[in-house]
């Protein structure tokens, strides 16, 4: 369902019946998750604890925040023919990321995932998360076209940036169960690559863009139009503002 039902109370004391989208409601699960974990989050930074201690503090934002069951979606020291990893997500039987864990006081880079990528691509995984429990960050295994994988960057969150607070709670959400069920997560993962420079320069050349930017320089100008223009626009975003290389033929 989309949507769940909860009872609110007004101002004359009696309760009514009101629908809460599902995803407003798993915004603030994460929200309230994310202001509950500040305080053991900043006790560990203090001490700059050590794996097994940050392992501990993910694995419960997984369940309280993310909806990962402990029992069902998570497996610890996930195992392949070869390799190990700290935490994997498996859904209806089957590997949705591994999630690689590292001290709280570590700083992350792709480096960190190369044991996540060749376990991924073992069992057919697009996702890993890699996690610091204060830093988030979650890569597609994007196929480079070579029969690998290139890992691109669809979601950064770093926890003790006081003014990133709504950013970090919307990432959060799409790593949520109820997020990757609705295809959420990858209806982000595909905005992320919609956005890339040689996507959007295919846009800019577009109708529609090419319209409205006439519109705009007929109304700057007073210039009621003349044959031609819109192929003078479409010209110029081609050939002077987009940048060369980025565009096919």
Do not use: C
């Not at 369940?63 to 390799?83: C, I, P, W």
């Not at 073992?122 to 204060?134: K, M, N, P, Q, Y």
């Not at 799409?174 to 846009?203: N, Q, S």
């Amino acid at each position: 369902m989309d949507a769940e039902e909860t009872q609110v109370l007004t101002r004359t004391g009696e309760f009514t019946s009101t629908t809460l989208s599902w995803d407003t409601a798993v915004h603030g699960r994460v929200a309230a998750a994310v202001d509950r974990l500040t305080g053991p989050l900043n006790e560990l930074i203090e001490r700059d604890a050590n794996d097994g201690d940050t392992r501990m503090l993910v694995a419960d934002f997984f369940s309280v925040g993310l909806n990962f069951s402990k029992y069902q979606d998570m497996t610890t020291e996930y195992r392949t023919s070869g390799d190990s990893i700290d935490y994997a997500i498996v859904l209806d039987g089957k590997l949705f990321a591994p999630v690689e864990v590292r001290r709280v006081g570590q700083e992350l880079d792709q480096r960190n995932i190369q044991v996540s990528r060749r376990v991924a691509a073992e069992e057919g995984a697009e996702w890993v998360i890699l996690t610091s429990g204060r830093l988030w960050k979650v890569y597609h295994l994007r196929p480079d076209g070579k029969g690998g994988n290139r890992p691109v960057e669809v979601i950064s969150v770093d926890l003790t940036d006081p003014d990133a607070y709504q950013h970090n709670i919307d990432a959060l959400f799409h790593i949520t169960r109820e997020a990757v069920d609705h295809g959420r997560l990858d209806a982000l993962r595909r905005w992320k690559e919609a956005v890339e420079a040689a996507p959007l320069a295919e846009v800019l050349r577009g109708d529609a863009v090419v319209e409205a930017v006439r519109a705009e320089v007929r109304a700057a100008t007073g210039h009621q139009g003349h044959t031609g223009d819109a192929d003078e626009v479409r010209r110029a975003l081609v050939e002077e503002v987009v940048a060369r290389g980025l565009l096919s033929d």
